[in-house]
């Protein structure tokens, strides 16, 4: 009996031990891929517009690939203006980390309530099967459109119901005190409206010319900064590492070399949105061609799973040292290598 007892004991432990192991699988297992859906708002009115957004995440899975894009289907209250779809790959913990981003725009056409999702995508796993990941749903709801005011949307109120009151009789004082019961034409609100409309102008006025100042009197760059550059630069070059990892250190090098001479942030836009953000700001086409070249390069490595010539990196490596060359021209104290 007491032989019994202790094999039981023995196979209950090692069943608890096995479902721990289990478990743990389910979950490493979950974390390598997932696709969410999210919605910039809860509630809309007709006329405005909802951005949806699509994310699906692979954390080491380096071996599998999504078949197609994220799709969803779009509501009868709804109708499309423009989507949108980039990736970022992400280096964590030696694991690499492959964010797909659909963003969606729709414009409310109709009240009414309508539930999102599931969102579907088909990905190959590192077996070779096909996988199909649904998900979550989301509610929207959506009013009626409401009149325009000089403040904005406002919505209507019903005026209150008032019990008319017997007319009273004229007055038949006159002099001075028959003055006091004149009620004035205009109310005081009136005075404080013109107020806040002339201080919103000036507001605007005053951000207009701050806005031109700063464009023709930028900022310095500290050298100290620059000098961080040019060491980060130092080390890929003496460094050996893979294509992926290598196109993923100089393109996020290029986007902080871009950010610091040109004033914008760069590193959640693509390759595209750098290039019209250039553009705006009147800069040189020859310039914007190397830029945009090196990071087309970076992005077919990463995502096309190409592979890097030796003509590619030394190029790569030229036109980093011309953007680092012309920022530091002038400045004695940084060093290049």
């Known amino acids: 009996m007491k032989k019994f007892i202790i094999n039981f004991k023995q196979v209950v432990f090692g069943g608890m031990i096995l479902g721990v192991i289990m478990w743990g699988n389910v ?10 859906l999210l919605v910039s708002r809860p509630e809309l009115e007709v006329g405005q517009t909802l951005t949806v957004t699509l994310e699906f995440r692979q954390v080491g899975t380096s071996s599998s690939s999504a078949i197609s894009q994220p799709s969803i289907a779009t509501p009868k209250d709804f109708d499309v203006e423009f989507s949108s ?4 790959i992400m280096m964590i913990n030696q694991n690499l980390e492959a964010i797909s981003t659909t963003r969606m725009q729709w414009k409310a056409i109709h009240p009414g309530t309508e539930i999102l999702g599931p969102a579907l ?10 996988r199909e990941l649904k998900s979550n749903l989301e509610t929207v709801v959506i009013h009626p459109a409401h009149p325009f005011s000089l403040f904005g949307w406002v919505h209507k ?6 019990i008319a009151k017997p007319m009273a009789m004229p007055s038949t004082q006159s ?3 028959s003055l006091k019961t004149i009620k004035p034409l205009l109310p005081l609100s009136a005075f404080w409206i013109q107020l806040i409309f002339w201080f919103l102008v000036v507001l605007v006025i005053i951000g207009f010319v701050a806005r031109l100042w700063k464009k023709k009197h930028p900022q310095s760059i500290s050298p100290s900064a620059i000098q ?6 130092s080390k890929l070059k003496k460094s050996n590492l893979e294509d992926p990892a290598f196109c993923l250190e100089i393109a996020s090098l290029i986007r902080a ?10 590193m959640d836009l693509t390759t595209r949105e750098i290039q019209v953000a250039l553009s705006a700001r009147n800069v040189s086409k020859v310039e914007i061609q190397r830029i945009e070249k090196c990071l087309k390069i970076c992005d077919r490595v990463l995502y096309a799973e190409g592979t890097l010539v030796t003509k590619d990196k030394q190029g790569l490596f030229d036109a980093v040292e ?12 940084i060093k290049l290598d």
């Open 322 to 333: 011309a953007l680092l060359g012309e920022m530091s021209s002038g400045n004695s104290r």
């Open 257 to 266: 070399l871009v950010q610091m001479k040109y004033t914008f942030s760069t």
């Open 175 to 177: 002099g001075p005190e």
């Open 228 to 233: 961080q550059l040019v060491d980060r630069f």
């Open 121 to 130: 995508i088909i990905y190959r796993g590192p077996h070779g099967k096909n």
């Open 157 to 162: 109120k019903t005026p209150p119901k008032t």
């Open 85 to 88: 779809t980039a990736t970022r």
């Open 27 to 36: 979950q490493a297992a979950r974390l390598k891929s997932g696709l969410r």
